[in-house]
């Protein structure tokens, strides 16, 4: 099993700058892809950025140049430095990892962008 918590989300105006942090414990040895989704009110929940355990990277394309993941795999922690953050960046942002059996999602925290 592996635990999942999610800390970094709030309130930032246009343009501002976030860093979200998923901490996982557990049976860490298990992880393999550690990634960020989001869900806006009323929409399905999105992938926003992923990373394999060699670092290899892939982001949605609303978010590219502007969002960064990065993993450190002795904390197991897994990051999103977002930047020139847009109004259309508010959800609710969710933590997955991948392990050998099954994936695992965080509780979500919130990211609201407004003035």
């Known amino acids: 099993q592996v635990q999942l918590v999610e800390s970094g989300g709030g309130l930032v105006q246009p343009g501002g700058s976030l860093r979200l942090s998923c901490a996982a414990s557990g049976t860490t040895t298990s992880i393999l892809t550690m990634g960020w989704y989001r869900q806006a009110p009323g929409k399905q929940r999105e992938l926003v950025a992923v990373i394999s355990r060699s670092d290899s990277t892939n982001y949605a394309d609303s978010v590219k140049g502007r969002f960064i993941i990065s993993r450190d795999n002795v904390k197991n922690t897994v990051y999103l430095q977002m930047s020139s953050l847009r109004p259309e960046d508010t959800a609710v942002y969710y933590c997955?990892?991948?392990?050998?059996?099954?994936?695992?999602w965080g509780q979500g925290t919130q990211v609201t962008v407004s003035s």
């Open positions: 997955k990892v991948d392990g050998l059996l099954r994936n695992y």
